[in-house]
């Protein structure tokens, strides 16, 4: 370990999770993933899944630690809905400062919902017209893409909501 991510191991309370210098109420451990409720749950079962090698966020971990995570996610999802059934399920996963990250270590958030929880969307959906959205695919479309144009489907993507809750 470099002294860095020593120092970042000694400060970040995710890390010392890991190393057991800081308690937590885990739920979920293999060789690569921790899940651990949250001790500012928002509902109930409100679950956190990090990765045990440290990565301050998204653009930091290796491919295999985030497959990992994500492994650990589902699996604690399973449990969460066999044990406390609950209608839904919110997933969060926030990228430094301006992404509302607040514990730079990577972590996913679990939130089992409940229609009455009185959690909100902080954005309202406002779909686009495709043309409008070219431009900007274009600069970002990964290279050897399959798809040329984003006009490739025969009618416009609307809201789920426009359609009772389910896709078309």
């Known amino acids: 370990?470099?002294?860095?991510?020593?120092?970042?191991?000694?400060?970040?309370?995710?890390?010392?999770i890991v190393t057991r210098s800081l308690d937590a109420a885990v739920l979920h451990?293999?060789?690569?993933?921790?899940?651990?409720?949250?001790?500012?749950a928002v509902t109930e079962g409100h679950t956190l899944v990090?990765?045990?090698r440290h990565a301050a966020d998204l653009w930091e971990i290796?491919?295999?630690?985030?497959?990992?995570?994500?492994?650990?996610?589902?699996?604690?999802?399973?449990r969460l809905r066999s044990v406390l059934n609950p209608p839904g399920l919110t997933l969060?996963?926030?990228?430094?400062?301006?992404?509302?990250?607040?514990?730079?270590?990577?972590?996913?958030?679990?939130?089992?919902?409940r229609p009455d929880d009185g959690l909100h969307r902080p954005w309202t959906?406002?779909?686009?017209p495709l043309a409008e959205?070219?431009?900007?695919?274009?600069?970002?479309?990964?290279t050897g893409s399959p798809y040329p144009a984003a006009t490739r489907h025969p009618a416009p993507f609307?809201?789920?909501?426009?359609?009772?809750?389910?896709?078309?």
Do not use: Y
């Open 29 to 40: 451990e293999d060789e690569d993933t921790l899940a651990f409720l949250d001790i500012t």
């Open 62 to 78: 290796a491919e295999s630690d985030a497959v990992a995570v994500m492994r650990t996610v589902h699996r604690i999802a399973a």
């Open 133 to 142: 959205l070219e431009p900007l695919r274009t600069r970002l479309a990964v």
């Open 158 to 168: 609307t809201s789920i909501r426009s359609h009772g809750g389910h896709r078309p």
């Open 125 to 128: 959906a406002a779909p686009k």
């Open 92 to 113: 969060f996963q926030a990228n430094r400062p301006a992404g509302w990250q607040d514990v730079f270590h990577l972590h996913v958030h679990l939130v089992p919902r």
């Open 1 to 16: 370990m470099t002294d860095v991510k020593a120092a970042e191991g000694r400060s970040c309370p995710f890390c010392r």
């Open 50 to 52: 990090i990765p045990k």
